[in-house]
Nanobody
Framework: QVQLVESGGGLVQPGGSLRLSCVAS????????MRWYRQAPGKQRDFVAY???????VYADSVKGRFTISRDNAKNTVYLQMNSLKSEDTAVYYC?????????WGQGTQVTVSS
């Protein structure tokens, strides 16, 4: 059974930082490309960042320079370090593991940026 479990969300003030984690089980993690998405209330789910199995990264323009995606294959974990957070970063953040046509999603973790 494949599981992706996100954690690390919470309430943070504008300008603050959070680090999200997503632990995968039931897959050969090192073979999968990993992505973070987010979905704000009433909006579609948007791409945030991804890291391929070989550690190359891509970011959405809205988070470039503020967010960093990384992975630890020994721990089956992908991270999203989020700095200089803004109110518009408020959303549920989801991790996604994909390989070819196979795709798995976590249940999401809420990030709220507010003073």
């Amino acid at each position: 059974q494949v599981q992706l479990v996100e954690s690390g969300g919470g309430l943070v003030q504008p300008g603050g930082s959070l680090r999200l984690s997503c632990v995968a089980s039931g897959i050969i993690f090192s073979r999968y490309n990993m992505r973070w998405y987010r979905q704000a209330p009433g909006k579609q789910r948007d791409f945030v960042a991804y890291i391929i199995s070989g550690s190359s990264t891509v970011y959405a323009d809205s988070v470039k320079g503020r967010f960093t995606i990384s992975r630890d294959n020994a721990k089956n974990t992908v991270y999203l370090q989020m700095n200089s957070l803004k109110s518009e970063d408020t959303a549920v953040y989801y991790c996604n593991a994909f390989l070819g046509a196979t795709s798995y999603w976590g249940q999401g973790t809420q990030v709220t940026v507010s003073s």
